[in-house]
Structures are given as C-alpha cells and as structure tokens.
C-alpha cells in the first residue's frame, strides 16, 4: 500500500465514524480553550477538566486573571503537572493579552506564540479549534500515531516535521479535525505501551500491522 492511499483509507473511514469531532477539554470561551490547553500540557484533559471550572469561576476571562495573585491561580490548579510554571504562565499570558490585545486571545500565530507558556502545539490548537484555521497541533499522541500507522517517515522525527507532512497530506478542510482524530485514536485505541489492533478499524491500512 502506497503512503497516498494510506492516507486515503484512512481519513475516508475518520470522515464517516467521526464527521463531527470536538476536543474534549471543557471551555466557555475562546480565552477558557486557551487556558485550559495551557494546562493539559504533559496533563490528562480529565484531570485539567476537575479543575478548571473552579478556575474560570473565579477568573472567567483575561481581564480578572490578569488581576489574580500568583498564589490565588496556583492554589485552583496545585493538582495539574508543573503547577507552578503554569501558574505563573496564566497570570502572565493574561496580562499580556490584556495588555497588547485589548483583553481578547489574538488568532495571529505569531501573536498566539508571543504569549507566555504558548507553544506551537497551543497556538495550533487554539487557531484550529477557536478560529478554524487549517492548522495541525502534533502532541504526543498525533506525533506516535502518525509514525506507527505510516502517514509519516522515520526522517520526520519532530513534530514540527511530522505537522508539515501531515498538513502536506491531509485536504485542507479536513485539517481541523484531524488533530482530534489522531488524538482520539491515540488516546483510546492505539496507546502508548500497547496498541489494541484487534477493535482497531484501521488495522488493515496500518503500517505497524503491515510493514
């Protein structure tokens, strides 16, 4: 099987089991998404979804986060990997929107990246699913099941390659949800220590099953 029709057989079966795909991190708003995102960072979306309603209730947008105390935020989120770090992040990134963007999460990439404790994959995230932009976020789980399925190379062995060779592959409109598909794959099917090929749907098409 070529990588073309790899790709082919795949997102046909993604685009008829999952038409509509949404993160599963809980959000009320563009600036929630973005923070909740900030969080999930080397963290389960279950785990930042215990604590983020306590959070928004208190700081529901970047104008009463941008006015927190470190300690205020850090208490809300102790629970969460690197507390700390993302603790001071939020107050930061806050008051930077507040400050340079009138209070509201700018769509610009390099704006996005501008922020404090925003990456790529953030800012990725943040595009596609605020915005609909056709941007590709590679977390982990995209990064493992883009290599062990095939729709990648060996040479592509980082993530901004494996998101250029995705992007390169995938029809634009599709772009959007693909992020979600390959998490969710990743996630629930094909895991990090053992991959369950045998409810997998994609099996024949994998390249890890069929070298």
């Keep these: 099987m070529t990588r073309k029709e790899r790709y082919t057989r795949i997102l046909d079966y993604f685009r008829s089991e999952m038409p509509v795909v949404e993160s ?3 959000y009320g708003s563009v600036f929630q998404l973005l923070v909740a995102v900030v969080l999930s960072a080397q963290c389960t979306d279950k785990r930042v979804n215990m604590v983020s309603p306590e ?4 700081f529901p947008d970047a ?3 941008a006015q927190a105390e470190l300690e205020d935020v850090l ?6 990997s690197y507390p700390n770090s993302k603790a001071k992040h939020l107050v930061e990134m806050a008051r930077k929107i507040v400050e340079k963007h009138d209070g509201e999460v700018p769509s610009d990439m390099n704006a ?3 922020l404090p404790g925003v990456g790529r994959k953030t800012a990725n995230v943040v595009q596609a699913i605020a915005f609909g932009k056709q941007t590709m976020a590679v977390d982990t ?3 493992r099941v883009s290599h062990r399925i095939g729709l990648v190379s060996k040479s592509d062995d980082t993530p901004y390659k494996v998101e250029q060779c995705l992007i390169k592959n995938i029809p634009g409109e599709d772009i959007p949800r693909a992020h979600h598909w390959l998490l969710l794959h ?5 895991t990090a220590r053992k991959p ?16």
């Design 75 to 80: 208490s809300l989120i102790s629970s969460v």
């Design 196 to 211: 369950h090929c045998e409810k997998c749907a994609i099996s024949d098409s994998c390249a890890g099953a069929f070298p």
């Design 186 to 190: 990743g996630r629930y099917v094909c």
């Design 112 to 114: 996005l990246l501008d």
């Design 24 to 26: 599963e991190l809980k």
């Design 141 to 143: 789980h995209v990064f």
């Design 55 to 58: 959070l928004f209730r208190h």
């Design 63 to 65: 104008r009463s986060m």
